[in-house]
């Protein structure tokens, strides 16, 4: 038992180590709000693809992992239905877009990323860069739908044209694709050229997990109760659903864990933009992601734990 729970907190603890750091630098001064939204920017756009692509382009890809691809768009497609037809309507309008698209969209491309390498190390990376790819992409179309038919304001600029050029554009899937097409293809980068985005993507996981710990406010804590059910509905009950399906399909060991981290990461700060463009509620959009950012390290704790204890993963 002690040995599963130190597993979970050797892959938990770095993480929300570094998100406290971030914290504490915001309220001693040393970093502001600036420097958060400059960095998260700067890790999206720059030092995450440079990461993806120096791992991937180096990787001979012989198969995909088409059972854990499966069980993650059909999971999350099956946790939207539910919560889009099933939760939503219950709650006030201008909290629908909030909560679905907050219980259901993961931060995968950060700290989805950031336990699955301080589960498995860097062999894992392939494995995590493919599921990203597929599923980023799902997302971004599920939370067109919830958004454009929640919307409050003009819901002009979230059409599918839009959705696809976003996606066309996403720094990581870029580096992905283009990474997978030249592996492939068995073209060699030039050496200086991979050190140097090597240099740039090392930066990545701490530069992001600074930003995301200085982004947090604790005045978004106060919005109202239904912060707390899309925080338990990403955290415990989406996770839980999607991980029955993987291990009902055979999904076992590292497999298996990735399914798990990667839909029980907290809700991605891509969400927010996004739905204050449309109008809603966007204070509970910063607090979901506020409270699932620091809530995941105990939920993926005890996650993490209950599957090794159960010789799962």
């Known amino acids: 038992m002690l040995t599963n729970l130190l597993f979970a907190l050797e892959v938990t603890a770095p993480t ?49 992992p088409l059972t854990l691809v499966a069980c993650g768009l059909i999971g999350t497609t099956l946790s939207y239905l539910i919560l ?9 309008k201008a909290d629908r877009g909030a909560f679905v698209q907050g219980s259901f969209r993961s931060n995968m491309g950060i700290v989805g990323i950031a336990f699955c390498l301080n589960a498995y190390g860097d062999s894992i990376i392939a494995t995590v860069s493919i599921y990203l790819a597929f599923v980023t992409i799902l997302f971004n179309v599920l939370s067109l739908m919830t958004l454009t038919k929640h919307g409050l304001k003009d819901t002009d600029k979230l059409t599918f ?47 992001a997990l600074l930003c995301g710990g200085a982004a947090i406010r604790w005045r978004d804590f106060r ?7 899309a925080t338990f509905a990403k955290l415990i009950a989406v996770p839980v659903f999607i991980t029955l399906g993987g291990i009902l399909v055979g999904l076992r060991g590292e497999m298996l864990g990735v399914l798990y981290l990667m839909c029980a990461a907290p809700t991605a700060g891509a969400s927010y933009p996004m739905l204050r463009a449309v109008g809603g509620n966007h204070y509970l959009a910063a ?5 699932t950012s620091l809530a995941s390290v105990v939920a993926i704790t005890l996650g993490l734990f209950l599957l090794r204890a159960f010789g799962l993963i």
């Open 84 to 92: 889009e037809y099933l939760i939503a309507p219950r709650l006030d």
């Open 16 to 64: 929300f180590l570094v998100i406290c750091i971030g914290i504490y630098l915001k309220r001693t001064g040393i970093i502001n709000n600036e420097f958060a939204d400059i960095g998260s920017e700067l890790v999206f756009k720059v030092t995450l693809p440079c990461m993806l692509f120096v791992k991937l382009v180096q990787v001979s890809f012989e198969s995909i």
């Open 161 to 207: 044209a839009s959705t696809l050029n976003r996606i066309v554009r996403n720094p990581l899937i870029v580096a992905i694709v283009l990474a997978v097409i030249l592996s492939l293809l068995h073209i060699k980068i030039p050496k200086p050229l991979l050190d140097t985005m090597g240099y740039l993507g090392a930066m990545s996981m701490p530069l």
């Open 223 to 229: 919005v109202s109760a239904n912060l707390y059910w």
């Open 287 to 291: 607090a979901i992601i506020a409270s």
